[in-house]
């Protein structure tokens, strides 16, 4: 089993920034991709960034050059850096892990994540 709590949302005007975090309470079996997904109202669950755990990263289209994915404390700590936030952006923000062998593209798709966090809200305004 896996626990994921994330915090850091909150709402914040267009052009802000904020940083989610994700703490990593137990681990049970080795992770091999950890991943940050949003869900907008409406709109179905889709990948924001993901990255392994060897520290490869990949990112949607919709993010890459605004948002950063990183962690620290050898893995308690997901974090995901969004600057030059957009009304778009507006959603739930979870944070996820699989045990599974994948590419940082598939790792982007809700379906290949077995864990996950409760999320937290993320309200960008114009």
């Known amino acids: 089993q896996v626990l994921l709590v994330e915090s850091g949302g909150g709402s914040v005007q267009s052009g802000g920034s904020l940083k989610l975090s994700c703490a990593v309470y137990r681990v049970d079996y080795p992770i091999n991709y950890w991943g940050w997904f949003r869900q907008a109202p409406g709109k179905e669950r889709e990948g924001v960034a993901s990255?392994?755990?060897?520290?490869?990263?990949g990112y949607a289209d919709s993010v890459k050059g605004r948002f950063t994915v990183s962690q620290d404390n050898a893995w308690s700590t997901l974090h995901l850096q969004m600057n030059s936030l957009k009304p778009e952006d507006t959603a739930v923000y979870y944070c996820?892990?699989?045990?599974?062998?994948?590419?940082?593209?598939?790792?982007?798709?809700?379906?290949?994540?077995?864990?996950w966090g409760q999320g937290t809200q993320v309200t960008v305004s114009s």
């Open positions: 996820a892990a699989t045990r599974r062998g994948l590419t940082a593209l598939q790792a982007l798709s809700p379906s290949q994540m077995d864990y």
């Open positions: 990255i392994s755990s060897g520290g490869s990263t």
